[in-house]
């Protein structure tokens, strides 16, 4: 089975950091424009991070210069480091990928979401 699987969330204070990760595993060829979405209590989840698989990478306005996408094609991983969070940066945090299976269907895959909380 393909899927996305989510770690490094938790509690930090703000000014602080943090780094997750959204590891693929199973059998698929590639891994396409994986992305980090985000979304807080009583709002709509926010597309905010992408990346390309030339390493291209695109964010929105609210986390530009903070937050840092990276991939590294070789472990299937992708990696968000957060920098100076803000306490509005809490929210539950969301891999998302399209996956080239190997019966060449490309496939929406989400990964299962962790917490982020900022607070002093």
């Known amino acids: 089975q393909v899927q996305l699987v989510e770690s490094g969330g938790g509690l930090v204070q703000p000014g602080g950091s943090l780094r997750l990760s959204c590891a693929a595993s199973?059998?698929?060829?590639?891994?396409?424009?994986p992305a980090w979405y985000r979304q807080a209590p009583g709002k709509a989840r926010e597309l905010f991070a992408q990346?390309?698989?030339?390493?291209?990478?695109n964010y929105a306005d609210s986390v530009k210069g903070r937050f840092t996408i990276s991939r590294d094609n070789a472990n299937n991983t992708v990696y968000l480091q957060m920098n100076s969070l803000k306490p509005e940066d809490t929210a539950v945090y969301y891999c998302?990928?399209?996956?080239?299976?190997?019966?060449?269907?490309?496939?929406?895959?989400w990964g299962q979401g962790t917490q982020v909380t900022v607070s002093s």
């Open positions: 199973g059998s698929f060829f590639s891994i396409i424009s």
């Open positions: 990346i390309t698989r030339g390493s291209t990478t």
């Open positions: 998302n990928a399209q996956i080239q299976h190997i019966n060449l269907n490309v496939y929406d895959h």
